[in-house]
């Protein structure tokens, strides 16, 4: 399986800080995607960076991929209590998959 | 908006009796996707629909179909809910795009939360 793990499994930090999830994974990709969850909801698409990019940015979010590492990383500048939520990192293997495989996420708490 | 809704948001079945989800998109996408995902764990792939063609991922239980009669619509079903299939059933869409369809984000409904009695 080329389920990525992330690290670390829980984080809390206070409003205004930066918060920074690492995901690796097991195999070559594709491309990797972070996704958002608030609790009870589904999935909501944050960024994607394709293999052949190292850094990506959208609004206050920031990916690295190290693909010789085969890791990544999402930091969340200037954290909100509504940032609160859980973050996955999802995989595909090669060009054309349509199939997603996903990260066993981070659960981030911003304290107000 | 175009969206994925899902019906109902909660579903309580007893043991065994068999359990319908639903799935519609307005997005016109080609791919649907069913993920069960338990607590505090990451979605799991059940199998996934790339237009009428069915996908099913080798080690989801038998118990498990799924039917999609048109493009917009998409459906569960669980012949015979055990203790261990309560959980968060969640559908997704996604499109081909020139550089294929693994390139495209999936966009997901909010899920139905099926508890089992």
């Known amino acids: 399986s080329q389920q990525g793990e992330e690290d670390p499994q829980a984080l809390s930090i206070q409003e205004g800080e930066n918060a920074t999830m690492n995901c690796s994974y097991k195999?070559?990709?594709?491309?990797l995607q972070w996704y958002r969850q608030n609790s009870g909801r589904g999935l909501v698409h944050l960024i994607l960076?394709?293999?052949?990019?190292r850094e990506k940015h959208s609004g206050r979010l920031r990916v690295t991929l190290d693909t010789s590492k085969k890791s990544s990383s999402l930091l969340i500048t200037a954290s909100r209590a509504a940032d609160t939520a859980s973050y996955f990192c999802?995989?595909?293997?090669?060009?054309?998959?349509?199939?997603?495989?996903f990260g066993t996420g981070t659960r981030l708490t911003i304290i107000p | 908006d175009a969206m994925v809704i899902q019906n109902p948001r909660y579903q309580v079945t007893q043991f065994g009796k068999p359990v319908t989800l639903s799935c519609s998109q307005t997005?016109?996408?080609?791919?649907m996707y069913w993920y069960q995902q338990k607590s505090s764990q990451a979605p799991k792939l059940l199998f996934h629909?790339?237009?009428?063609?069915?996908?099913n991922e080798a080690d989801t239980p038998d118990n498990f179909q799924s039917r999609r009669p048109n493009t917009s619509f998409c459906f569960l079903d669980i012949r015979s809910p055990g203790l261990g299939d309560a959980a968060m059933y969640l559908c997704?869409?996604?499109?081909?795009?020139?550089?294929?369809?693994?390139?495209?984000?999936?966009?997901f409904g909010d899920g139905t939360r099926l508890s089992i009695l």
């Open positions: 960076i394709r293999s052949n990019e």
């Open positions: 999802a995989t595909d293997r090669y060009f054309g998959n349509e199939k997603l495989t």
């Open positions: 629909y790339y237009d009428k063609d069915f996908n």
């Open positions: 195999t070559s990709i594709n491309n």
């Open positions: 997704a869409t996604s499109s081909p795009s020139g550089t294929g369809v693994g390139n495209q984000p999936q966009h």
């Open positions: 997005l016109n996408h080609n791919v």
